[in-house]
């Protein structure tokens, strides 16, 4: 018995086309030009494992013959912002993250962000061998940050997610302050993480993912700014890597989230679909 599969072309629409190619052209420029620190073998590793167990995964269970491009972008990010001085480190990340889509679903959604479950996953499972870049290729340079930060939110705008992005900003912004206030640093030190290549792949990247973030715009605001909150509590609170653990928490909690929103900015909406 032969089993039929769908080639699918990826559409030039298809806000996995924008982001793979925008997170491809910054790490060519981060390692050619900006003097990233990327071990190629790590990278090539983390490539290899999302992107082969994300199109067997789709063929298995989609019966659907496709170029990864979510499994690309989960290797890309992992190979990015993971360090360790151990090879499986990657391999084992990069696998948790894709089987993560595939496993751990809502409504026929995945719950969490593939390049988020695996830092998490690795932080915790592989705790003393992984660790998150620090990410000080730029030197912290305030110039190149607010290129980065008008490119990502142009591209933000067309993928449809800038309101998740402004409303963690805003969020971000406001504890920093609320955190100079509490003694725990001046304003380079709470603000200054902004200018950083971790900070800019976490909020152009990792959050705003169209299938892991709210659908309604005033719901993707709230939640980003949510999320700016929950990470400036936790960072008052000493812990490290804060915001991939608030983001870890938000997916976690996002069909609730979700429900929230409906009953405060479309009450209609949820009253239809009762009924």
Known sequence: ???RLRVVAPSLRDPRVTLLGALSTYTVLGQFVLFFDIRPL???????????????????????????????ITGLSIGLLLESYDLRVFFLASGWGVMSKYLVRYEGRHLFNPSNFAVVAALVLAHGSAAVSQGAQWGNHVGFALVILVLGSLMMIRVGRFPVVAGWLAGYVAMGFMRILAGQGGLVFTLGPMTSAEFALFSFSMLPDPKTSPAEVPTQFAWGLGLGLMDGIMRLAGIKYSMFFALFAFCAARPWIEKIGQRLFRPGALLASRS
């Not at 290899?48 to 499994?71: F, N, Q, W, Y």
Request: aromatic residues 0%.
């Open 1 to 3: 018995m032969s089993v």
């Open 42 to 72: 790590e990278l090539a590793a983390c490539l290899v494992t999302s992107g082969l167990l994300d199109l067997v995964m789709t063929v298995a269970m989609k019966r659907r013959l496709e170029i990864p491009l979510s499994g690309l």
